[in-house]
C-alpha cells in the first residue's frame, strides 16, 4: 500500500495546549522558523502513523479570523490560502464556550476539521463534563476527548483525522439567516450558537459537600447521637 501524506493545519486560541499536543501525537522535534515577511515563529512537525507520512503546521494562538493582530492575519491568511488537507482544532474544554467562537470562525471556511477537546481530565476534575457525540452532531465534525497532558485520546485522535482524510465530510450548515449578514449580527449569531451549544453540550456536577456548620448540626440533631 502506498504512504500517503496528511498535512494538518493546527489551530487554537492561546493556551489550549498546542504544543504539548503535537508533543504527545509524535514525539518527534519540533521544526522551528518563521512565517514568510513576520518575526512569529512558525512550528512544523513530521512523523509516521500506520501507513501515513503526518505533518503538523502549529499555527500562532489566535482568539477568531479577524485582521486586528498579527497572529490573527498569519491564521486567516494560512487556512484561506495556503495546501493542506484538514484542520486541527484544540479546544480547552474547561474554558469550552470561549474556544467555540474560533471554531464558529472555522466552520465557515467549510473544510475537513477534527476537534480535539483537550484538557478533558482537567474539565471533569472541575466537575465539567462534555457530551462529545452531541457536539459532534451540532458542529457536524467529529470531537475527540483528549488530554495532552496524560496523553489519553491521542490513538483516538489520530484514527479520527484518518477517517476524516478518507472520508467525504458533510459541510457545515450555515447559520445565518440573512444571506448578507451585518458584522454585528454576525457577532450575535455566532454568540447565540454558541451560548446553545455549550447549554445543550455541557454539564456541569454541583458537590454537595456540607458545610462544617451543617456537618455539625447533623450530629447534635441526630436521634441517637445528638444532645
Excluded at 79 to 102: A, C, F, G, M, P
Excluded at 199 to 211: A, P
Aim: hydrophobic share 35%.
Amino acid at each position: 500500500m502506498k504512504t500517503k501524506n496528511i498535512k494538518i493545519a493546527l489551530v487554537g486560541q492561546p493556551n489550549v495546549g498546542k504544543s504539548m499536543l503535537i508533543n504527545s501525537i509524535s514525539n518527534s522535534k519540533l521544526k522551528v522558523g518563521n512565517f514568510s515577511g513576520v518575526t512569529v515563529e512558525k512550528k512544523e512537525v513530521n512523523f509516521k502513523y500506520k501507513d501515513f507520512n503526518i505533518q503538523i503546521i502549529d499555527l500562532p494562538g489566535t482568539y477568531s479570523l479577524s485582521n486586528y493582530s498579527i497572529e490573527e492575519k498569519i491564521v486567516k491568511n494560512f487556512l484561506k490560502n495556503e495546501s493542506y488537507d484538514i484542520i486541527l482544532n484544540v479546544l480547552d474544554s474547561t474554558n469550552l464556550q470561549r474556544n467555540l467562537l474560533l471554531t464558529s470562525d472555522i466552520l465557515e471556511l467549510n473544510k475537513k476539521i477534527v476537534i480535539a477537546l483537550n484538557m478533558s481530565d482537567e474539565a471533569e476534575k472541575e466537575n465539567i463534563f462534555i457530551d462529545n457525540k452531541k457536539l459532534s452532531s451540532y458542529l457536524k465534525k467529529p470531537c475527540v476527548k483528549v488530554s495532552a497532558m496524560q496523553k489519553k485520546g491521542i490513538t483516538e485522535l489520530l484514527d479520527t483525522i484518518i477517517k476524516s482524510y478518507l472520508d467525504n465530510q458533510e459541510i457545515f450548515n450555515q447559520f445565518y439567516i440573512n444571506p448578507n449578514p451585518s458584522h454585528d449580527e454576525i457577532l450575535n449569531q455566532k454568540f447565540a450558537f454558541v451560548k446553545k451549544i455549550s447549554q445543550d453540550c455541557i454539564v456541569i456536577k454541583k458537590e454537595n459537600k456540607k458545610s462544617f456548620t451543617e456537618k455539625i448540626d447533623s450530629i447534635l440533631m441526630h436521634n441517637f447521637f445528638g444532645l
